[in-house]
């Protein structure tokens, strides 16, 4: 089986950073990715993890540690259109099936 | 424009009915996928194609069946619909099962 976990909300203002966290349990492991999605619209790909360590896409960064089963998503520069759910998401069953996790909706106040 | 399509965007049917939501991809991606998705739990993956004439269940497959004839396209079809089916479909592709996925716009289904 697997399972993800996110915190439900989190809030910041402005110019910020902030952190998702995501802890998982897969039946092997093969990746973590980030996605967002804005309200009423279709998820989009962030970043992939595949091994230890941070990696960094403008303002976006995203960390990994496999032997914690842990992984965050850092947001820096926060602005108003950041405000949007993140959803972790790991493939599962020995690579087949992908499963994405709760979500977590940022709201960032001005 | 490489993208993901689905069609209908908006359907709103009565228990019963048979029913098929189209998925179509121009990037001629192998993996493709339905996925729902309800307040409180994310997406749920339905059914996954990892080529044509490869399909496999994801975690939430009952009373959903699909099809891969062709590699662009992965219709999704609800033989007798149910008000628990009530939902947001989305399809999604990517080259390969570790890379990006693709979603389309998404399909707001309602059943009555």
């Known amino acids: 089986g697997q399972s993800l976990e996110q915190p439900s909300e989190v809030t910041a203002v402005e110019g910020a950073i902030v952190q998702i966290n995501c802890t998982y349990q897969?039946?092997?492991?093969?990746?973590l990715s980030w996605y967002q999605q804005h309200d009423g619209g279709a998820p989009t790909f962030l970043s992939y993890?595949?091994?230890?360590g941070l990696e960094e896409t403008g303002r976006f960064s995203s960390f990994l540690s496999r032997s914690d089963s842990y992984g965050y998503l850092l947001l820096q520069e926060l602005q108003m259109k950041d405000s949007a759910s993140y959803f972790c998401?790991?493939?599962?069953?020995?690579?087949?099936?992908?499963?994405f996790g709760p979500g977590t909706r940022l709201s960032v106040l001005p | 424009e490489a993208q993901v399509t689905q069609n209908p965007r908006y359907l709103i049917t009565v228990t019963g009915k048979k029913l098929t939501v189209t998925c179509s991809q121009n990037m001629n991606h192998e993996y493709m996928s339905w996925y729902r998705q309800d307040p409180g739990l994310g997406l749920r993956q339905i059914y996954y194609s990892m080529n044509v004439e490869v399909t496999d269940k994801g975690d939430v497959p009952e009373g959903y069946k699909v099809s891969r004839k062709e590699k662009r396209n992965f219709p999704l079809i609800l033989e007798s619909p149910s008000p628990n089916q009530t939902s947001l479909y989305f399809c999604?592709?990517?080259?390969?099962?570790?890379?990006?996925?693709?979603f389309g716009p998404g399909t707001r289904l309602t059943v009555t």
């Open positions: 993890n595949a091994l230890d």
């Open positions: 998401a790991v493939p599962d069953n020995y690579g087949q099936n992908f499963v």
């Open positions: 999604a592709s990517s080259p390969d099962r570790d890379y990006e996925q693709y």
């Open positions: 897969t039946s092997g492991f093969y990746g």
